[in-house]
């Protein structure tokens, strides 16, 4: 079998783009950490900290709107259904405006209980309330950014995620440091920026949106009918999507809290090993993104052994990927953690759980992958469902906590990963064979 076919090179037309603006998001928090932390007290940088999770972890909650539209739009695309193109668009569309709007009118009681939850230090819940208080005026171009990357990944427009977050979090970056350094608003300034960073990235995601729209053949008449239809098959998709991202939520801010547990120089460590796990998710999410899109247009079209052949590709390449970290990783990990931390003692206990971060390339490719058949499919139950599985063989092997310490924490987030992979692999063996899979 070839190791390069043209299914392979199609998956990284549509990857490499998502790679790489991946990597504008770190970029963006440590650009972010650099001007808040220029300011005369730390109560500032732990403000925007806490503002930044609180207000990430919700909209993370919403990324429902861009899986489900992405998988619903390559489906449209497959089966060259115009007005099918054209609702895939427009209904979570309104959804997410209507979200968002319904975000500022409620932002005042939404910032007090984050604040409740947060707990800590007055001054810098003081500081996170700012940054709250403005973030939330931001939820409309958040969620509405959301659904136009879905769609325009659905239609495979590859230059679309380079272009809106490379637009993004170039506005934000600009925007920081005029309205923080330059005009001393601190907190606020970072909130703003932020904020208007995401509707300048709704304008340039809508003028793209045209574009395409006009490329289809799809009129202003047709997206103005197209907001009717079966609504309800996108909600039960949404809600299933929402649940699996809750518990993967919940799992992740887990290995912070219970990190937390086992000392403040495990939470350091651990904290830097989140780097590795988040670079390498970075490029198997392009791949996951890619398989969505190719995966859907072939479910659209009803085509089998198109399907096929773009799972195969996806995994040849993206094995590869994960094998090429799992090495460079092992050649290169205690190098890569000296450059993070100069501490001679965080360093040595770092480097101490550094083979899970060579495990990890493995044994989670698979389930990005699938996830990203799945999104194409829209088959929502299945992913909630696995991701359940996932979440009950996490916690329970926490439970080697008392023996294992932090060792058993790093296998507990293998073991999530894992069965992710394999839960939802069983379900897709399932249904292929029993020619079920175009039937959801």
Not at 408 to 428: C, D, H, P
């Amino acid at each position: 079998m070839r190791l390069f076919t043209a299914n392979d090179r199609q998956l990284w037309r549509l990857a490499l783009p998502m790679i790489l603006s991946n990597i504008t998001v770190p970029l963006l928090g440590l650009v972010d950490t650099a001007v808040i932390g220029h300011l005369d007290s730390p109560v500032y940088l732990g403000g925007v900290a806490i503002g930044a999770t609180i207000t990430s972890f919700v909209f993370m909650l919403l990324l429902f709107l861009r899986m489900s539209t992405t998988g619903i739009t390559a489906q449209a695309f497959g089966a060259r259904d115009p007005l099918a193109l054209a609702r895939a668009l427009t209904q979570p569309l309104l959804m997410a405006l209507l979200a968002g709007a319904l975000f500022i009118l409620l932002r005042d009681p939404l910032s007090a209980l984050a604040g409740r939850l947060a707990g800590g230090n007055p001054e810098v819940l003081a500081q996170a309330a700012i940054f709250i208080h403005i973030r939330w005026l931001s939820a409309p171009a958040t969620l509405a950014n959301m659904v136009l990357l879905g769609w325009l990944l659905g239609v495979q427009y590859a230059r679309a995620p380079v272009v809106l977050l490379v637009v993004g979090n170039a506005v934000n970056i600009l925007l920081d440091l005029w309205l923080v350094l330059g005009l001393k608003w601190g907190v606020a300034g970072a909130a703003t920026a932020t904020a208007l960073a995401e509707y300048v990235t709704l304008a340039v995601g809508l003028a793209m949106v045209w574009r395409v729209l006009k490329m289809r053949g799809i009129s202003l008449a047709m997206l103005k009918k197209s907001w009717r239809g079966d609504i309800r098959r996108l909600l039960r998709l949404n809600r299933d999507i929402m649940l699996r991202s809750l518990l993967l939520q919940l799992c992740f801010a887990s290995l912070t809290l219970i990190g937390a547990r086992l000392g403040p120089e495990i939470v350091a460590a651990n904290a830097v090993l989140l780097m590795f796990i988040t670079f390498t998710a970075y490029a198997l999410d392009g791949f996951a993104y890619a398989v969505e899109a190719v995966s859907g247009e072939a479910y659209g079209a009803r085509d089998g052994d198109r399907l096929l052949a773009v799972w195969q590709a996806a995994c040849r390449q993206a094995g590869m990927v994960a094998l090429a970290f799992a090495l460079f990783y092992a050649a290169s990990g205690e190098a890569i953690v000296a450059m993070l931390t100069s501490l001679a003692s965080l360093r040595q206990l770092v480097d101490h759980y550094l083979i899970w971060q060579i495990i990890l390339p493995l044994a989670g490719v698979w389930c990005y992958l699938l996830d990203g058949l799945f999104v194409g499919a829209t088959r929502g139950r299945e992913m909630r469902n696995s991701m359940a599985i996932a979440a009950l063989g996490y916690f329970l092997t926490l439970l080697t906590l008392p023996w294992l310490g932090n060792h058993g924490l790093w296998l507990a987030v293998t073991v999530f990963l894992a069965l992710r992979g394999v839960s939802l692999w069983l379900i897709w063996r399932r249904e292929w064979r029993l020619s079920h899979w175009f039937n959801s």
